[in-house]
């Protein structure tokens, strides 16, 4: 990691991944059962009374909710309730002022994806990347970018600590489309066999700071380093 902001992956297969943002794993640790009455592609998992999950595959609008289970590490399952809030383009002209990008990372476009995660199950799921990926009008599978220190345009991108049973938070994520690309959705997509809940809906356009009467961030924080230099950008190759 170089500098102060990391820029994980614009194409899904291009990024590394840890336990906490780990890429669809192959194969999907599938429930032998229904789970909320539905079965196929969820890992067991017990949800409350009248909790129903999601069918995998249901194509969803900006607005609408999926409830789903999600395994983010092997002995750590959770239920959550996903509302996709809002498709949002940007710019680095507009939003990445005073970060040092090179020419990789300015060759993709910038968008924001807002979103309301619930925890409908019973384990504390504080400190998790978000399981949400932005689909590319290409076809491409895009993980949400990381950063190594406060992105104050769009933020929080990983749950709070601790977020149990009935937690509700708000969160906003980075995506970079390739090659100067479209956001087509968004796509909850825990294994590569899972048939993925989608999101779609308008994209609009990040209010210019002079039409919202102040930038995004509200001012330009953590623009500069401690030593005087602009942290550096990082895109997985």
């Known amino acids: 990691m170089v500098g102060g902001l990391f820029l994980c992956g614009t194409a899904l297969a291009g990024c590394g991944s840890s336990s906490h943002h780990a890429a669809p794993s192959p194969s999907p640790s599938a429930s032998s059962g229904d789970a909320g009455g539905v079965a196929s592609g969820y890992p067991s998992v017990s949800t409350a009374p009248g909790v129903a999950l999601t069918a995998p595959g249901k194509a969803l609008q900006v607005g609408e909710t999926a409830t789903v289970a999600w395994q983010p590490a092997q002995h750590v399952t959770g239920v959550l309730g996903l509302t996709v809030t809002g498709l949002e383009r940007t710019s680095f002209e507009q939003s990445f002022k005073g970060w040092e990008l090179d020419d990789a990372t300015k060759s993709n476009a910038p968008y924001f994806v807002t979103a309301t995660v619930r925890n409908d199950g019973t384990t504390d799921l504080g400190g998790r990347p978000v399981p949400l990926y932005g689909l590319a009008a290409s076809g491409a599978l895009v993980e949400a ?22 937690a509700s938070a708000q969160v906003c994520l980075v995506f970079l489309i390739p090659n100067g690309g479209a956001l087509d959705g968004v796509s909850f997509r825990p294994s590569q066999a899972f048939d993925p809940i989608t999101w779609s809906g308008l994209v609009s356009s990040l209010p210019s700071p002079s039409a919202a009467g102040k930038s995004p961030a509200g001012k330009s924080p953590s623009a500069k380093s401690p030593g005087g230099k602009s942290p550096g950008a990082k895109v997985s190759p």
Request: glycine fraction near 4%.
């Open 145 to 166: 970018s990381s950063f190594a220190t406060d992105f104050k345009p769009c933020q929080p991108s990983v749950l709070p600590t601790p977020f149990p049973a009935g």
